[in-house]
């Protein structure tokens, strides 16, 4: 499954960014193969519905779980009609890695 994460910069040390339709970067993590792709967030100046914006990119890229916060309402809506989940984070002091060596460690236990 491929997990899109909020991302302050490119890099994986990088903070999770706290705005969902506002961030920088997108980290996408692949959960099956461990690859992650790095994806800009080339909506996040547009001056209305930049969460809604950059939602559709993701869903075009595949993407079934967003890891984020500050969602706006309309963005979450979204979210929930096309099936995608969604991790609301209420701490942004973790990094990037951080947030992926937590997935790895539940996939880790849910494969044994």
Not at 50 to 58: F, K, P, Y
Request: charged content about 30%; proline content about 1%.
């Amino acid at each position: 499954m491929k997990i899109a994460i909020s991302s302050q910069d490119k890099d994986l040390k990088s903070p999770v960014a706290c705005h969902f339709g506002r961030c920088c970067f997108f980290q996408i993590y692949d959960d099956e193969t461990g690859m992650t792709e790095l994806f800009e967030n080339r909506e996040r100046d547009t001056k209305e519905c930049a969460g809604t914006s950059i939602l559709h990119c993701l869903i075009d890229k595949n993407v079934k779980h967003i890891i984020s916060a500050n969602f706006g309402q309309k963005t979450q809506e979204e979210i929930v009609e096309n099936d995608i989940q969604m991790t609301l984070l209420t701490d942004c002091s973790k990094t990037v890695e951080d947030i992926i060596r937590i997935i790895e460690r539940k996939h880790s236990k849910q494969s044994h």
